[in-house]
């Protein structure tokens, strides 16, 4: 296995984010409250990691993208969420159901399921992100058709459920039946492509903390998604940015829902593990 880069909270790392917490002598804070919730912004890295503390790409935002997000009322990811409310009361498909049919206690009946995905699905035999369980109870039980990756009521949908996870540990296993998915997914962070030459780890791991043009790079962690980005005015999904991301290292993208991103997925969701469920946050 690839040695990976000691890379603590250095010194570069540190005056970085105090620049962007609006002062040379402002404190950056490790958490990040919204309506009286509590969300960790750092943690002690998981053990595959040759890194001290896991970061959220909250802390690598100025102060006027951190403050949209402590506030429900600011967060313009949350006009998704009361869409996704919308789309949850509506009757769809042949059996004549909507989600709430099912689901009487509401939405919050998922509380702690965000923390977990991807995982094992031991009925479905196969490994199940947020995307998959959704489609799966509009087909099987809804009789509707299941909704597009990566498209506007999907995003939707899947910050509504997320959100009932705020706060909640990110906690993703990486052995038993994931592992092989798992290690498959770190190859793919590891690995160079494109014209560029680039791999996932380069931004993320080798040079977080670093300005590139106007960006200020992060560790690429995704408990905060689905992420409202100020540069498209969307929610945006996990394999929407993964898929950005390899067009900007002029690369062809997989498949958004195919085997290598949710491999991706797996793998770096479990890189965040320790940080608190966000979604949906707002990013630059």
């Not at 105090?18 to 950056?28: K, L, P, Y």
């Not at 058709?145 to 705020?166: C, F, G, H, T, Y």
């Not at 903390?209 to 969307?234: C, E, T, W």
Request: proline share 5%.
């Amino acid at each position: 296995m690839k040695k990976m880069k000691k890379f603590t909270l250095s010194a570069t790392v540190a005056a970085s984010l105090a620049f962007f917490a609006g002062t040379a002598s402002a404190q950056v804070s490790d958490a990040l409250e919204v309506d009286g919730t509590v969300i960790s912004t750092t943690a002690p890295a998981p053990d595959f990691l040759d890194i001290d503390q896991v970061l959220s790409g909250w802390l690598f935002r100025t102060p006027e993208t951190r403050a949209l997000q402590t506030d429900d009322f600011d967060n313009p990811g949350m006009v998704f969420v009361d869409q996704a409310i919308d789309d949850w009361n509506a009757v769809d498909g042949s059996e004549g159901k909507s989600c709430a049919s099912c689901h009487t206690n509401g939405p919050e009946e998922f509380a702690g399921l965000r923390a977990e995905l991807p995982r094992w699905d031991e009925a479905q035999g196969k490994v199940m992100n947020m995307e998959d369980y959704i489609n799966l109870s509009r087909v099987e039980h809804m009789g509707a058709e299941p909704l597009k990756w990566a498209k506007p009521r999907m995003d939707a949908m899947v910050a509504l459920i997320s959100l009932q996870s705020r706060g909640m540990p990110i906690n993703v296993a990486i052995d038993g039946p994931v592992a092989d998915m798992w290690e498959q997914g770190r190859e793919l962070y590891y690995t160079r492509v494109g014209q560029l030459d680039m791999a996932c780890a380069n931004c993320h791991e080798d040079n977080y903390g670093v300005m590139i043009r106007a960006d200020h790079l992060s560790q690429g962690q995704i408990n905060g998604f689905p992420v409202y980005r100020l540069k498209n005015s969307k929610l945006n999904s996990v394999h929407a940015r993964f898929s950005g991301c390899m067009k900007n290292i002029r690369a062809q993208p997989f498949a958004v829902g195919g085997e290598e991103f949710r491999a991706l997925e797996l793998y770096v969701a479990s890189r965040g593990n320790g940080l608190s469920a966000e979604g949906p946050s707002v990013r630059n």
